[in-house]
Each structure stands twice: as C-alpha cells, then as structure tokens.
C-alpha cells in the first residue's frame, strides 16, 4: 500500500483515496514570467513519479497542475520589457513545457491557466460573500479569516499571532490584517496592459489564491485525493486555499492530503535574485548538461527534505547514469517487452514508502552490481530488462546505449581536445587549459576535473 505524508496531519498516512477507481490530485503550477529554475524542476519530477506511481498501483489518475499567468510579477515583467500580457505568458509557458520534457516529465492531464477560468473565479468569490466569509471594500473583495475558526490548521499558524506585514500585506480597507484579497480593482498599468475583466465588483483581476482553489474545483471538483506544491506555498497560499474552498462548499475537506516538497538551495544559500545564485533549467541545458542529469541530481535527497545543489552534484549523476548506461551497451532496448517485464519489487515499495526515491536508487544501483555479476546470460538479459523497466518508471534511461554516448560530433576530437587540455593544465597553461574547454562547451560537451586528477566527460 501506498505511504506518504500529509502535511495537514503532521504524520505519514497510508493512503486511502475518496475514490480508488479514480485519483485526483491538484499541484501548484509555475508563475509564467521568467524561465523555469530548478526548484520549479524539483516540484515538478517529484509529482511526475507518483503521477506514475498512483496509476501504476491505482489505474486512473487525473493530475492538475495549473500555469499562473495573471500575477503581478508578470504584469511587471511585461510593463518592464514593454511587451503583452500575452506574449510573456505565451513564450514562458512554451519555455516551461519543453524544459519540462527535457527532464522527462510526462504531461499532466490537465494544465489550465487562470486566464482561462475567469468565470469559475469570480463565481467562486460570489459563493464566499453570499455565505458572509468575504466582503467588499474600496471596490476590492476580501476573503476574512477570523470566518473560518480552523484557519491555521494546515502551517500551524494562529490568527492572532500572525506577523502581519511580513508574509501577509497590511491594507486599510481589511477588517483583520491578515484577511486576503481575491479581486481587486484595475489600475493604470492593468488598462494599459489589458489586464482586467468585467466583474459584479467592477473592472479589476483576481488574486493568486482565489486562481487555484477555482482551477482545482473546475477539474477535480470540491473534493479530491492530493494537493501537492513546494513548501514555501505551505503558507499563505495553501492556507488560503483551504479556507475559501472549504468556506465557499459547506461540508468539503476540499484535499484530503497535502504534499509539499522541500527547499533547494545552492552552496547552501536559498536562491534568489539578489543573492545572483538562481540556478535555470534553461542555462544548465545549454551548457551541454542532458537533462536526464539534471531529474536525477535533483533524485539525489528524499523529496520532504532540503535538496543542497553544488557543483559536485551534476558529476556524480552523471557518471551514475554513464555507469547505469554502460550496462546496455549489448542490449537492443527498444526489444524489451515491458509489458510483460515488471518493475522490481523492492524499487516499487521504496516508493510507496513516502516516494523514497533515494531508497530507489541504491535498489537500482543493487540491481547494477548484480548485472554485472551474472555470468548466466539469460538470467542477465532478464534482470537487465527489469532494471531498465524500474529505471524508466522514475524517467531515467529513457535513451539507448548510442544516443546517450553520442554528442554529434566525433569521439576521437573530443578525446584530442581533452588530453591537450590535460597537457596544457600540467604545464600550468591556464588561459590555454580554458580556452579549450570553452571550445568543448561551444561543442555541447561538459568536461569533469575529478578528485583524482582524471578527467571525464
């Protein structure tokens, strides 16, 4: 049976769905104004697995994860580039996306944006003034918080004791200073940018919060199975979810198990604009690096916990996957039957423990040892094709022996290059040592100096 820990409860639960003919979950998408990072990655591999892991054990499964394309930070990126809500949103969803399959995350079922869901919006808000848990004011609408007597439930938080003007904004139209807004008014910059709509409140947009409790409740209606996000949404926004959903539905627990994924920090610093430390998918694809690292470098701690991301990270998956790629170099893996190859039965429990994907990979790593062990050829071809199966189930070795070897140039140049820059790194050249590997990146090739003076690539 499938384990995880609800956030909600404090505990891991075994997981016992509404429904076990068909799972529903729900997971805070990106806020489409820049290219993704690799916290965005984080959240979204992380859901990826057990999207694949509740069908596998469930069968049907619908996975929501929405694209925010009203916020301010976009309506500041356009005001800042001197471009359309539209072309901004547009171009970084299509950026997100293909980042996304570059890491192998399958598409989930359905990805709508708040743009999209204006009406289900403001009918949502409609069902919390007419139950007296929001109220207007100064042509804004407000959800109250001392309306709901259980907010607080999910981050811990109590409403007196709320910092106020930290996490939540201070207004003087708010009864309670931490009452949120769900539409406020257009300004200037929204009727320049065209970024409002017709509402019983006048012209105006929606807050954040308001946007996924709508999206959720459109496809996957007032109750569903899981919702999943970072941590950092832990609070306000989940908790705010929770209160307006549960208020606008009497009688709904609205998700019935909260997941939330830990922080990732770089060099052990959190990443941020100010600090120039945001690591992009986008850059770390560029510079040559599969994607197929980068999923499994962000594999390397269990998903609850702070994920450090170093230099050091990217080498070590890459040569785990060369390793793991090394033992299909005399496999034809586009034979394997995976219908009738099943996924290792200690990986598939590691993950019903909570998604313990670390544990995942040390059965894998098991499974390699004992590959390379066996001489029985039959046997070996059998637990070769259950590593792949298993191995595929978490998206990686998802490209044969050649296509992973292969970088579209020639071998023999790169090893010439390489051992140049050995020998110009000896001689204590360094300007010629970089240049080198300037022309390697300008080739799509990343190159690793190891701790014991060897070089991969």
Sequence with gaps: MVKLYNTLTKKKELFTPIDKGHIKMYVCGPTVYDTAHIGNARSAIVYDVLFQLLKFHYGKVTYVRNITDIDDKIINAASEKNSSIESITTHYTKAFREDMKSLNCVEPTHEPKATENIDCIIRLIEHLLISNHAYESDKHVYFSIESYPEYGALSGKKIDELDHGSRVKVGKNKKHPGDFVLWKPANDIDYKLSSHWNSPWGKGRPGWHIECSAMAYAYLGKDFDIHGGGIDLQFPHHENEIAQSKSAFGGSM??????????????????????????????????????????????????????????????????????????????????????????????????????????????????????NKTNNEHKKLKLTESFVKSARFIGLLKSTYQEWFTVGVDHQEIERLVNLRKAAKKNKDYDAADKIRDQLKRMKVTIFDNEDGTTTW
């Design 254 to 371: 609205f998700a019935k198990y909260w997941v939330h994924n830990g922080f990732l920090t770089v060099n052990e610093e959190k990443m941020s604009k100010s600090l120039f430390n945001i690591v992009k998918v986008r850059d770390l694809l560029d510079s040559g690096i599969k994607g197929e690292v980068i999923r499994h470098a962000l594999f390397k701690t269990h998903y609850r916990k702070p994920l450090y991301w170093t230099r050091d990270i990217i080498w070590e998956s890459q040569e785990t996957l060369n390793k793991f790629y090394r033992l299909l170099r005399s496999v034809d893996i586009a034979s394997i039957d995976e219908s009738n190859t099943e996924v290792y039965k200690d990986f598939i429990e590691a993950l019903k423990n909570d998604l313990n994907i670390p544990e995942a990979l040390v059965i894998l790593h098991e499974m390699a040892t004992k590959i």
